[in-house]
């Protein structure tokens, strides 16, 4: 079988070889993080119990929505650039990385004292302290965007991987002394200052040292003109993503957090998937767009299916799966946890799907209409909630991402003319299992790939 993969790498051609081999490294490695932050998580929710891992999510979900906007929108940005204009990479992540660290010292001081007004809990408060702490150490993945840029994903893999082994250690060993919700909030620090660390080592042993950047303020100004729609887009998004969490915090109880956030967790676990495959092939359709307009349409299209036939698999196993796994790994206090997960799932084609979508806004220079999708999928979420959230708590929680995610990744295409196309593409992709042709004749390429 190994003789045969060999074989088979060696016929395609390089540029996809690169993308195989990019791809390969992210995965083995998101499956690896899946599988031991989904074991040693199971331990953590029941150890914290239903309160204590609510509060803490609730805090979690809280600052996660002043974080994006901390990020300022750059990540794709920086990639695009580097991907284009490799004589700039010192001042592409230099400026990167000034604009990064002022704000999230700038934003991480808002995120804090608009909690104070929040909540009179004193628990509550220092968890938010200590998560917006952990934030300074995001700066630094601007390296991440050098490696994603260069297709060198081995790297960042092997840094993330012993990441998530001490962090999971250090788990067990507060779960056997039993600290407090405290000791696991302290973690987000060390996590940060782990991944920073190996990120410069890895970066120096490409030969490129953090001394050589340099700031630029025109290329500042450029950065934050082509990212802001970008972070209005992503403080959208955070919102309904999250929002859901911290409306049910204000709106019923930590209790009611923690069964939902317990949910989402089997749900959530997937969202990696898009994220490698896109970033994976995002080179190679920039580059396909370069030589002709139908192939670039063609490898959007194939790319499009591809999410969707995934995420449908995968919503069809959990959804067979829910009450038994549910119960099993994290017992009967958690049982609403599988109802909340069932229809939380259904989430999964529109998440697959927008990632795929912002492929295209990305190349086509169209970030500003990812702003505006996003709000309304945000302001949908918001609603939603409000009206589902009092009778149903998790469960209105639940419908109303579904819902809302279908708005933002997928209805919202229709308000603007020049995305009417990329409407028609993923309709196209969401009736994949009906397009028997279309489905035929990727088997047929497969075979023939692998044959």
């Known amino acids: 079988m190994q003789n045969y993969l060999t074989i088979l790498y060696k016929k395609i051609s390089p540029g996809l070889q690169k993308i195989v081999n990019n791809f390969s490294w992210l995965l083995a490695e998101r499956l690896l993080t899946m599988m031991i932050a989904l074991t040693i998580g199971i331990y953590s929710i029941r150890y914290l119990g239903v309160r204590d891992f609510g509060l803490l999510s609730y805090v979690i979900s809280f600052?996660?929505?002043?974080?994006?906007?901390?990020?300022?929108?750059?990540?794709?940005?920086?990639v695009r650039n580097l991907v284009k204009e490799d004589s700039l990479t010192n001042?592409?992540?230099?400026?990167?990385?000034?604009?990064?660290?002022?704000?999230?010292?700038?934003?991480?001081?808002?995120?804090i004292l608009s909690l104070l007004s929040f909540s009179d809990n004193q628990e509550t408060k220092w968890l938010a302290v200590i998560i917006v702490c952990s934030l300074i150490f995001n700066a630094f993945d601007v390296i991440d965007f050098w490696f994603q840029a260069k297709l060198l994903s081995q790297s960042m893999v092997i840094v993330?991987?012993?990441q998530i082994t001490i962090n999971s250690i250090l788990k067990l060993i507060f779960i056997y002394l039993k600290l407090s919700v405290f000791a696991f909030a302290f973690l987000f620090i060390i996590d940060g200052l782990i991944k920073t660390v190996g990120m410069i080592i890895a970066y120096r042993q490409q030969k490129y040292l953090l001394s050589q950047w340099r700031f630029s303020l025109p290329l500042a100004k450029n950065l934050l003109s082509d990212s802001w729609p970008l972070i209005l887009s992503s403080v959208m998004v955070t919102i309904y993503?999250?929002?859901?969490?911290?409306?049910?915090?204000?709106m019923a109880d930590e209790k009611a957090v923690g069964i939902y956030a317990a949910a989402i967790r089997f749900s959530e676990i997937w969202?990696?998937?898009?994220?490698?495959?896109c970033s994976s092939v995002f080179p190679a359709i920039l580059k396909a767009k370069i030589q002709s307009q139908s192939l670039y349409s063609q490898r959007l299209q194939q790319l499009y299916d591809l999410l969707t036939w995934i995420s449908l698999i995968i919503g069809l196993c959990v959804?067979?799966?829910?009450?038994?796994?549910?119960?099993?790994?994290?017992?009967?206090?958690?049982?609403?946890?599988?109802?909340?997960?069932?229809?939380?799932?259904?989430a999964l084609p529109f998440v697959f799907l927008g990632v795929g979508r912002n492929q295209l806004l990305v190349a086509e220079n169209l970030t500003h209409f990812s702003f505006w999708t996003t709000a309304l999928g945000a302001i949908s979420n918001i609603l939603l909630n409000l009206f589902l959230i009092p009778t149903y708590q998790g469960i209105?929680?639940?419908?109303?991402?579904?819902?809302?995610?279908?708005?933002?990744?997928?209805?919202?295409c229709l308000l603007y003319r020049p995305i009417h196309p990329t409407f028609w593409m993923l309709t196209k992709a969401l009736l994949i299992p009906f397009r028997v042709q279309q489905n035929l004749f990727y088997l047929r390429q497969i075979r023939k790939l692998l044959g």
Do not use: E
């Open 271 to 277: 969202y990696f998937i898009p994220i490698i495959i």
């Open 396 to 412: 209105g929680a639940a419908i109303a991402t579904v819902i809302s995610y279908g708005i933002a990744a997928y209805f919202s």
């Open 241 to 250: 993503v999250r929002i859901d969490q911290v409306m049910l915090g204000i």
């Open 63 to 78: 600052v996660g929505i002043f974080d994006v906007i901390a990020r300022l929108g750059l990540d794709s940005i920086v």
């Open 91 to 111: 001042q592409l992540l230099g400026t990167s990385w000034v604009l990064k660290i002022i704000s999230i010292t700038t934003i991480g001081l808002i995120s």
């Open 160 to 162: 993330r991987t012993i």
């Open 319 to 346: 959804c067979l799966s829910a009450y038994p796994v549910v119960n099993f790994l994290l017992g009967q206090a958690y049982h609403q946890s599988a109802t909340i997960l069932i229809l939380h799932i259904w």
